[in-house]
Protein backbone atom coordinates (compact mmCIF):
# COMPACT_ATOMS: atom_id res chain seq x y z
CA UNK A 1 0.00 0.00 0.00
CA UNK A 2 1.32 3.57 -0.93
CA UNK A 3 0.13 5.45 1.77
CA UNK A 4 -1.05 3.15 5.05
CA UNK A 5 -4.49 4.28 5.96
CA UNK A 6 -5.54 0.86 7.07
CA UNK A 7 -2.71 -1.00 9.28
CA UNK A 8 -2.84 -4.37 9.85
CA UNK A 9 -0.57 -6.49 12.71
CA UNK A 10 -0.66 -10.32 13.34
CA UNK A 11 0.14 -11.31 16.72
CA UNK A 12 -0.36 -15.15 16.73
CA UNK A 13 -4.01 -16.00 15.77
CA UNK A 14 -5.09 -12.36 16.17
CA UNK A 15 -5.23 -9.58 13.54
CA UNK A 16 -5.30 -6.07 14.31
CA UNK A 17 -6.83 -3.63 11.65
CA UNK A 18 -6.92 -0.23 12.90
CA UNK A 19 -8.24 2.97 10.60
CA UNK A 20 -5.18 4.82 10.31
CA UNK A 21 -5.97 9.06 9.80
CA UNK A 22 -6.71 10.32 13.21
CA UNK A 23 -5.37 13.62 12.29
CA UNK A 24 -8.86 13.68 10.15
CA UNK A 25 -10.80 11.60 12.66
CA UNK A 26 -10.40 8.38 10.81
CA UNK A 27 -12.82 10.04 8.35
CA UNK A 28 -13.31 7.73 5.28
CA UNK A 29 -11.89 8.14 1.63
CA UNK A 30 -12.45 5.67 -1.00
CA UNK A 31 -8.52 4.65 -0.69
CA UNK A 32 -9.54 3.90 2.61
CA UNK A 33 -12.36 1.59 1.43
CA UNK A 34 -9.82 0.34 -0.76
CA UNK A 35 -7.85 -0.92 1.71
CA UNK A 36 -10.59 -1.92 4.25
CA UNK A 37 -11.70 -4.71 1.24
CA UNK A 38 -7.66 -5.75 0.69
CA UNK A 39 -7.44 -6.09 4.46
CA UNK A 40 -10.88 -8.45 4.47
CA UNK A 41 -10.08 -10.23 1.72
CA UNK A 42 -6.36 -11.01 2.90
CA UNK A 43 -8.09 -11.96 6.45
CA UNK A 44 -10.64 -14.27 5.25
CA UNK A 45 -8.05 -16.12 3.29
CA UNK A 46 -5.71 -16.20 6.22
CA UNK A 47 -6.31 -19.61 8.08
CA UNK A 48 -4.10 -18.71 10.82
CA UNK A 49 -6.12 -15.65 12.25
CA UNK A 50 -8.83 -17.07 13.92
CA UNK A 51 -10.20 -13.16 15.80
CA UNK A 52 -10.12 -9.47 13.94
CA UNK A 53 -9.91 -6.11 16.37
CA UNK A 54 -11.09 -3.26 14.49
CA UNK A 55 -10.21 -0.39 15.95
CA UNK A 56 -9.43 3.70 14.32
CA UNK A 57 -6.00 5.15 14.97
CA UNK A 58 -5.98 8.06 17.87
CA UNK A 59 -7.93 9.35 20.67
CA UNK A 60 -11.12 11.19 19.71
CA UNK A 61 -12.62 9.14 17.06
CA UNK A 62 -13.24 5.61 15.94
CA UNK A 63 -14.65 6.82 12.82
CA UNK A 64 -16.50 9.79 12.06
CA UNK A 65 -18.08 8.52 8.73
CA UNK A 66 -17.23 9.85 5.62
CA UNK A 67 -14.96 12.09 4.29
CA UNK A 68 -17.63 15.29 2.98
CA UNK A 69 -14.82 16.86 1.04
CA UNK A 70 -14.62 13.47 -0.83
CA UNK A 71 -17.99 12.93 -2.12
CA UNK A 72 -18.98 16.35 -2.05
CA UNK A 73 -18.28 17.04 -6.12
CA UNK A 74 -19.43 13.88 -7.15
CA UNK A 75 -22.27 13.54 -9.48
CA UNK A 76 -25.19 11.73 -9.31
CA UNK A 77 -24.04 7.97 -11.10
CA UNK A 78 -20.93 8.46 -9.50
CA UNK A 79 -22.02 9.32 -5.82
CA UNK A 80 -24.31 5.59 -6.70
CA UNK A 81 -21.11 3.88 -8.68
CA UNK A 82 -18.15 4.92 -6.88
CA UNK A 83 -19.03 5.82 -3.17
CA UNK A 84 -22.54 4.60 -1.64
CA UNK A 85 -22.02 1.18 -4.08
CA UNK A 86 -18.79 0.81 -2.96
CA UNK A 87 -19.46 1.35 0.81
CA UNK A 88 -21.88 -1.34 0.76
CA UNK A 89 -19.38 -3.97 -1.18
CA UNK A 90 -16.94 -3.19 1.36
CA UNK A 91 -18.88 -2.97 4.55
CA UNK A 92 -20.84 -5.88 3.43
CA UNK A 93 -17.56 -8.11 2.96
CA UNK A 94 -16.77 -6.78 6.48
CA UNK A 95 -19.56 -7.97 8.31
CA UNK A 96 -19.56 -11.49 6.02
CA UNK A 97 -15.78 -12.15 7.47
CA UNK A 98 -14.96 -15.67 8.22
CA UNK A 99 -13.66 -15.07 11.77
CA UNK A 100 -15.23 -13.25 14.37
CA UNK A 101 -14.72 -9.67 14.71
CA UNK A 102 -14.18 -7.34 17.73
CA UNK A 103 -14.92 -3.72 17.15
CA UNK A 104 -12.84 -1.42 19.93
CA UNK A 105 -14.75 1.95 19.61
CA UNK A 106 -12.34 4.04 20.39
CA UNK A 107 -13.88 7.36 20.08
CA UNK A 108 -17.02 9.17 18.25
CA UNK A 109 -18.64 6.17 15.60
CA UNK A 110 -20.60 8.93 13.39
CA UNK A 111 -22.68 7.76 10.45
CA UNK A 112 -20.34 5.70 8.14
CA UNK A 113 -18.32 5.03 11.13
CA UNK A 114 -21.34 3.85 13.22
CA UNK A 115 -22.23 1.61 10.17
CA UNK A 116 -18.60 0.35 10.16
CA UNK A 117 -18.56 -0.35 13.75
CA UNK A 118 -21.61 -2.64 13.40
CA UNK A 119 -20.29 -4.56 10.52
CA UNK A 120 -18.12 -6.40 13.90
CA UNK A 121 -19.94 -8.88 15.62
CA UNK A 122 -19.05 -7.99 19.52
CA UNK A 123 -18.86 -3.99 19.95
CA UNK A 124 -16.72 -2.73 23.06
CA UNK A 125 -16.76 1.08 23.38
CA UNK A 126 -14.97 3.40 25.96
CA UNK A 127 -17.41 5.37 28.07
CA UNK A 128 -16.55 8.86 26.59
CA UNK A 129 -17.82 7.46 22.50
CA UNK A 130 -20.90 9.08 21.28
CA UNK A 131 -22.90 7.82 18.29
CA UNK A 132 -24.96 9.17 16.12
CA UNK A 133 -26.47 9.36 12.25
CA UNK A 134 -25.55 13.35 11.16
CA UNK A 135 -26.44 12.48 7.39
CA UNK A 136 -29.87 14.26 7.41
CA UNK A 137 -28.19 17.36 8.88
CA UNK A 138 -26.77 17.80 5.46
CA UNK A 139 -29.16 16.93 3.33
CA UNK A 140 -27.99 13.38 2.86
CA UNK A 141 -29.05 9.65 4.61
CA UNK A 142 -27.13 7.34 6.04
CA UNK A 143 -25.68 5.57 3.15
CA UNK A 144 -23.47 2.15 4.55
CA UNK A 145 -26.45 0.30 5.99
CA UNK A 146 -27.86 2.27 8.46
CA UNK A 147 -30.72 1.95 7.66
CA UNK A 148 -30.84 -1.76 7.22
CA UNK A 149 -28.15 -3.23 9.30
CA UNK A 150 -28.45 -1.08 12.18
CA UNK A 151 -32.77 -1.79 12.05
CA UNK A 152 -31.92 -5.63 12.60
CA UNK A 153 -29.31 -4.44 15.77
CA UNK A 154 -31.41 -2.20 17.68
CA UNK A 155 -34.93 -2.37 15.86
CA UNK A 156 -36.74 0.48 13.44
CA UNK A 157 -37.82 2.40 16.44
CA UNK A 158 -34.07 3.14 17.89
CA UNK A 159 -32.73 3.29 14.37
CA UNK A 160 -35.37 5.85 13.67
CA UNK A 161 -34.60 7.71 16.98
CA UNK A 162 -31.26 8.61 15.77
CA UNK A 163 -30.98 8.67 11.92
CA UNK A 164 -34.29 11.22 12.39
CA UNK A 165 -32.97 13.35 15.59
CA UNK A 166 -29.73 13.16 14.57
CA UNK A 167 -28.70 13.10 17.77
CA UNK A 168 -25.69 12.06 19.54
CA UNK A 169 -25.97 9.35 22.15
CA UNK A 170 -23.19 8.36 24.85
CA UNK A 171 -21.71 4.92 25.18
CA UNK A 172 -24.29 4.27 28.18
CA UNK A 173 -26.82 4.74 25.96
CA UNK A 174 -25.91 2.47 23.72
CA UNK A 175 -25.18 -0.07 26.04
CA UNK A 176 -29.09 -0.21 26.90
CA UNK A 177 -29.79 -0.15 23.80
CA UNK A 178 -27.45 -2.85 22.62
CA UNK A 179 -25.94 -1.12 20.25
CA UNK A 180 -22.51 -2.06 22.29
CA UNK A 181 -21.70 -4.94 24.41
CA UNK A 182 -19.05 -3.48 26.94
CA UNK A 183 -18.61 0.09 27.55
CA UNK A 184 -14.62 0.54 29.34
CA UNK A 185 -12.80 3.58 30.54
CA UNK A 186 -10.29 4.27 27.69
CA UNK A 187 -7.05 2.90 29.11
CA UNK A 188 -8.79 -0.25 29.69
CA UNK A 189 -10.12 -1.10 25.87
CA UNK A 190 -7.39 -2.32 24.20
CA UNK A 191 -6.23 -5.00 26.83
CA UNK A 192 -10.08 -5.93 26.93
CA UNK A 193 -10.15 -6.70 22.95
CA UNK A 194 -7.33 -8.49 23.29
CA UNK A 195 -7.98 -10.30 26.22
CA UNK A 196 -10.95 -11.34 24.35
CA UNK A 197 -9.73 -11.88 21.24
CA UNK A 198 -7.93 -14.29 23.25
CA UNK A 199 -9.98 -16.11 25.21
CA UNK A 200 -11.95 -16.98 21.59
CA UNK A 201 -8.84 -18.03 20.10
CA UNK A 202 -8.99 -21.16 22.72
CA UNK A 203 -12.24 -22.41 21.09
CA UNK A 204 -12.66 -24.53 17.92
CA UNK A 205 -12.17 -21.59 15.57
CA UNK A 206 -14.05 -23.60 12.58
CA UNK A 207 -17.14 -23.83 15.27
CA UNK A 208 -16.39 -20.17 15.96
CA UNK A 209 -17.04 -19.56 11.93
CA UNK A 210 -19.54 -21.51 11.35
CA UNK A 211 -21.63 -20.47 14.13
CA UNK A 212 -21.29 -16.94 13.27
CA UNK A 213 -22.54 -17.62 9.72
CA UNK A 214 -25.46 -19.12 11.13
CA UNK A 215 -26.49 -16.31 13.46
CA UNK A 216 -25.36 -13.89 10.68
CA UNK A 217 -28.04 -16.05 8.29
CA UNK A 218 -30.90 -15.67 10.57
CA UNK A 219 -30.79 -12.28 10.68
CA UNK A 220 -30.59 -12.01 6.48
CA UNK A 221 -26.84 -11.21 6.39
CA UNK A 222 -25.85 -13.51 3.13
CA UNK A 223 -27.89 -16.41 4.21
CA UNK A 224 -28.14 -17.84 0.51
CA UNK A 225 -24.34 -18.10 0.60
CA UNK A 226 -24.23 -19.74 4.14
CA UNK A 227 -26.91 -22.53 3.40
CA UNK A 228 -25.62 -23.88 0.03
CA UNK A 229 -21.62 -22.98 1.03
CA UNK A 230 -22.92 -25.59 4.17
CA UNK A 231 -24.76 -28.07 2.26
CA UNK A 232 -21.78 -28.06 -0.21
CA UNK A 233 -19.24 -29.17 2.08
CA UNK A 234 -21.76 -31.65 3.73
CA UNK A 235 -22.14 -33.12 0.42
CA UNK A 236 -18.41 -32.90 -0.12
CA UNK A 237 -17.88 -35.72 2.86
CA UNK A 238 -19.88 -38.51 1.81
CA UNK A 239 -19.46 -41.86 0.24
CA UNK A 240 -21.56 -40.55 -3.13
CA UNK A 241 -19.43 -37.56 -3.80
CA UNK A 242 -16.33 -39.78 -3.95
CA UNK A 243 -17.78 -42.28 -6.22
CA UNK A 244 -19.25 -38.99 -8.30
CA UNK A 245 -16.05 -37.92 -8.98
CA UNK A 246 -14.30 -41.34 -9.56
CA UNK A 247 -17.24 -41.97 -12.13
CA UNK A 248 -16.08 -38.68 -13.88
CA UNK A 249 -12.86 -39.66 -14.29
CA UNK A 250 -13.50 -42.85 -15.59
CA UNK A 251 -15.79 -42.25 -17.55
CA UNK A 252 -18.63 -44.59 -16.71
CA UNK A 253 -21.88 -43.60 -15.22
CA UNK A 254 -22.17 -43.33 -11.05
CA UNK A 255 -23.67 -45.68 -9.12
CA UNK A 256 -24.68 -43.85 -5.79
CA UNK A 257 -25.91 -45.79 -2.30
CA UNK A 258 -27.12 -42.32 -0.83
CA UNK A 259 -24.11 -42.97 1.90
Excluded at 17 to 45: F, G, I, Y
Excluded at 46 to 58: A, E, S
Excluded at 91 to 98: G, N
Aim: aromatic share 4%; hydrophobic share 45%; proline share 3%.
Amino acid sequence: MAESLIQVERDGAVATVMLNRPSKLNSLTPAMLDQLELAARELDADTTVRVVILLGGGEKSFCVGADINEWAALQPLDMWRRWVRRGHQVFDQWARLRQPVITAINGHAFGGGLELAITGDIRIAVDSAQFALPEASIATCPGWSGTQRLVQLIGASRAKYLAVSGMRQSAAEALSAGLVHEVVHASELRSRANGLAREMTTKAPVSLQLTKQLINAAAGEDAAATLEAMAGALAATTQDASEGIRSFQEKRAPSYAGL
